[in-house]
């Protein structure tokens, strides 16, 4: 089973590792991805009966909402799809119903579990590769070579030509001595030639398959992708790129499909998670302005899968029982209390998440594995700079970060960014020309890059 078992503490302090403060948010979240490895271990009749805790993230922009949800989903290798509820109400996904969320979501899965799959045959896979190779650089034994295709007629009849054990005995050497280089990579420039298939062309496909058609089941890019004849070519490539090629072909071949399907629908029941992104924007009314689809409406859409409902995909029918829906929203000038009754009971768990300050940006900055600073040093490593800023730097750009949002957007971490490139574009564009490769950013730097921008709102607004 995916589930790996982590404790609501374990699974904090993973996202600790990633997303500074939010406590909140993340024991929500930690708690409810425990309560699906309990559900998979109590009894099976009580398992069915137990339903998620839908949980909706109430915070400014720029916090750490979707961040979450998709560290959370990384936790466990649940498939998680990220949708904006909005979307739905938009002109062109007019009757487009919202259960293709849920259909993507089991293509996403498949796609994960396929992945996986390809991952477990990727030995047994190229060691196939390895020998079909051999058959191209090596000529093919007299004896398997069949009089038809050197006539160039399939009719004709295979004519065996008896190898004397020696001529066996030599032929083997030679491929294993062959094998001996390929396997050194000694090879790796040699042409050989090999049938490819051709990418099928995709444009005019893809008008074919926009919106609405595969709300009937159906893959109309795959239909007409089989009805058109997969086109072959003999190309000429090298020995490393064919060993690529020929061990996708055999991945491909290894994998059961039939099992990867049913894996996949089966992690989307059990595992799914789904992030319901600016669900504020469908809180409302009827919309004023002509076509768009009732906001209520979408609302109203939104409930049976949220509540559980069998839906239709081409993979096999999907429940929706156990998928996890984690929304989120500003909700600035509106509240969860806002959305019809029936939906917020389907939304139990309420988190509201901190704005971020100061004190948070120095450590967003420094802390989290992915770190913007720890990015930018290592982008500019890649040029021979060493690149390093002071600790009153880093506070320097963290304040700038905060006026900035004060006085213009609240963008919370985003802010950071914007900030961090404005600082660096010089260094950024001279990196490869530069003479001395060592450059500590102190505060006077970064104050003297961007105070005059701070200075000026309307300047601010435009750069920052
Ligand atoms: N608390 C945080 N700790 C570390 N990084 C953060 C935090 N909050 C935001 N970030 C960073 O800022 C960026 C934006 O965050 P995220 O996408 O989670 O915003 P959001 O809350 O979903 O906003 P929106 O409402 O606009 O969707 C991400 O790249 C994320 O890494
Ligand atoms: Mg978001």
Redesign the pocket.
């Known amino acids: 089973m995916n589930n790996s078992g982590l404790t609501p503490r374990q699974i904090v302090e993973r996202l600790d590792s990633?997303?500074?403060?939010?406590g909140e948010a993340k024991r929500a979240v930690a708690i409810a991805l425990r309560n699906r490895w309990r559900r998979q271990n109590v009894p099976e009749e009580l398992a069915d009966e137990i339903s998620p805790k839908n949980i909706i993230m109430i915070?400014?922009?720029?916090?750490?909402?979707?961040?979450?949800a998709?560290r959370l989903a990384k936790l466990d290798n649940s498939p998680f799809l990220k949708v904006e509820a909005s979307k739905f109400t938009e002109v062109g996904y007019v009757g487009r119903d919202v259960e293709s969320m849920v259909r993507d979501l089991v293509e996403l899965s498949v796609n994960m579990i396929k992945a996986e799959e390809q991952e477990n045959v990727q030995a047994k896979a190229a060691e196939i590769a390895e020998e079909r190779l051999l058959d191209l650089l090596l000529p093919p034994r007299p004896a398997e070579r069949k009089v038809g295709e050197m006539l160039d007629d399939p009719q004709q009849e295979t004519i065996e030509i008896p190898l004397s054990e020696e001529q066996v005995k030599r032929q083997d050497a030679t491929r294993e001595k062959l094998r001996k280089l390929l396997q050194e990579g000694k090879l790796d420039e040699r042409l050989v030639e090999l049938e490819v298939s051709e990418a099928r062309s995709g444009p005019m496909i893809e008008i074919f398959s926009a919106a609405g058609m595969e709300d009937m089941g159906l893959n109309i890019k795959e239909m007409l992708g089989n009805m058109m004849p997969q086109k072959k070519k003999r190309r000429n490539v090298k020995v490393s790129e064919a060993r690529e090629i020929l061990a996708a072909e055999e991945a491909q071949k290894l994998i059961d499909m039939d099992k990867v399907t049913k894996t996949a629908l089966d992690r989307v029941e059990q595992s799914g998670i789904i992030f319901l992104?600016?669900i504020d924007k469908i809180v409302g009314g009827e919309s004023q302005h002509g076509p768009d689809v009732s906001r209520e409406g979408v609302q109203r859409d939104l409930l049976p899968i949220v509540e559980g409902s069998n839906v239709n995909t081409r993979y096999g029918m999907v429940r929706t029982d156990h998928i996890l829906f984690i929304a989120?929203?500003?909700f600035s000038g509106t509240k969860p209390s806002d959305l019809i009754p029936e939906l917020q009971g389907r939304f139990p768990i309420r988190v509201e998440?901190d704005s971020?300050g100061k004190e948070?940006f120095i450590?967003?900055l420094t802390e989290?594995d992915?770190a913007l600073i720890r990015q930018y040093t290592e982008m500019m490593a890649t040029e021979g700079v060493e690149l390093t800023f002071t600790d009153d730097a880093v506070e320097q750009i963290a304040e700038v970060a905060a006026i900035v949002n004060e006085r213009t957007e609240n963008?919370?971490?985003?802010r950071?960014?914007t900030i961090m490139e404005t600082l660096l574009d010089d260094i950024s564009f001279d990196a490869p020309d530069l003479e001395d490769k060592k450059i500590a950013i102190n505060a006077r730097y970064v104050e003297e890059k961007l105070d005059n921008i701070v200075e000026d709102e309307d300047l601010s607004r435009y750069i920052l």
């Open positions: 990633h997303i500074i403060g939010q915070g400014p922009t720029g916090v750490g909402k979707t961040e979450i998709r992104d600016e989120a929203g500003a998440m971020l948070e450590r967003i989290p992915n963008i919370g971490a985003r950071l960014y």
